[in-house]
């Protein structure tokens, strides 16, 4: 590994302030970029430690249900909190498909985020529950979409001096529900060949009032799966209206080929989980839907 400087403020200005060093890089749990600066995949002269700032560790539910995390907050400290843990539950199962518990107690969903891998666990949770995150930096704090902030592998609408400071989930909804599911070859300690993330909220006579799927390993960045959130509107779930969901789903997908697996698996992979996350969330809301 190459050598660098380290820095570790402990307020969030000071931190934005330390990236806008030529080569410098925020460090929450190192679970990637430890990896990557060994590696030689990511060159670095300056590491910005954002885990002795308390704002980007800290967690709060609102009064509203709201849910705002920092960045660097743990995966193990969100699944801690008995408040996210229990109105959360996908955003929490996300997480804790990264890795193992040894590094899910150092890794951060603010990484996972801006890493900017396709194949992320937490972010297709996240875009299905409707996160938006919060960046500081030199001009002030902006808020974007998780789909505006990720812009390819590896790279981020972030600008030097600016980092991730927080994630924002808005509040559970008594008729809402979210799930996130992979298919990995191996059950633990594997990358995503294909994620499926979904979250349903339903009109008072049980029709699809919101719909949203977000898909991992499937292109550049994760992505929404729209044409099949638009079927499902004012839609009453049945399993031949997931079916659909999941077989538009598969069409939305931009998949490559790769070592693990080809496009046209991908695509199939796409159709059954996407089917089963929306399973997924009708379970949590009464419904019990058999899809294959
Ligand atoms: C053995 C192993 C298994 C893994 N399994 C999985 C898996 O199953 N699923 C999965 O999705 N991932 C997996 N990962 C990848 C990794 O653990 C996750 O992406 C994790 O969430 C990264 O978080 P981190 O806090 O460690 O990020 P770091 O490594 O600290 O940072 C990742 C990148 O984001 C930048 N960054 C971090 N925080 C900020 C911020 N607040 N503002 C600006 N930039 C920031 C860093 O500069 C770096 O470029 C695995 C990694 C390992 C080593």
């Not at 150092?106 to 890493?115: K, V, W």
């Not at 809402?176 to 995503?192: L, Q």
């Not at 009109?203 to 929404?224: C, K, M, N, Y």
């Not at 999941?246 to 997908?253: E, F, H, I, Q």
Request: aromatic share 4%; net charge positive; charged share 20%.
């Amino acid at each position: 590994m190459k050598d660098f400087t380290y820095a570790a403020p402990t307020t969030t200005d000071e931190a934005a302030a330390a990236l806008a060093a030529s080569g410098a890089r925020a460090l929450a749990g190192g679970t990637d970029l430890i990896v990557q600066m060994r590696e030689g995949r990511r060159a670095v002269g300056h590491v910005v430690d954002l885990k002795r700032v308390p704002e980007l560790t800290a967690i709060a539910v609102a009064a509203d249900g709201s849910l705002r995390f920092g960045a660097a907050a743990s995966v193990a400290a969100l699944a801690a909190h008995a408040t996210v843990a229990a109105k959360f539950p996908a955003m929490i199962e996300a997480g804790r498909m990264i890795g193992s518990w040894q590094i899910q107690s150092r890794a951060s969903l603010g990484g996972n985020i801006c890493n900017a891998s396709p194949s992320a666990d937490a972010v297709p949770a996240l875009m299905a529950l409707g996160a938006t995150a919060e960046l500081t930096g030199k001009g002030g704090r902006r808020s974007l979409a998780l789909d505006a902030l990720i812009l390819g592998p590896g790279k981020t609408a972030l600008v030097p001096g600016e980092i991730l400071a927080a994630i924002r989930v808005p509040a559970p909804d008594a008729r809402s529900a979210a799930k996130y599911v992979r298919f990995t070859p191996r059950r633990e300690m594997d990358i995503a060949v294909v994620g499926a993330g979904a979250w349903l909220r339903l009109a008072e006579d049980g029709s699809v009032a919101e719909a949203r799927i977000a898909l991992a390993a499937v292109g550049p960045t994760p992505l929404r799966a729209t044409a099949a959130e638009k079927r499902l509107m004012g839609e009453k779930p049945t399993a031949a209206l997931l079916a659909e969901a999941g077989r538009l789903a598969a069409a939305d997908a931009r998949p490559i080929s790769d070592t693990r697996g080809s496009a046209d698996y991908r695509r199939a992979l796409v159709k059954v989980l996407a089917a089963r996350a929306l399973a997924g969330c009708c379970a949590q809301l009464g419904q019990r839907i058999e899809v294959p």
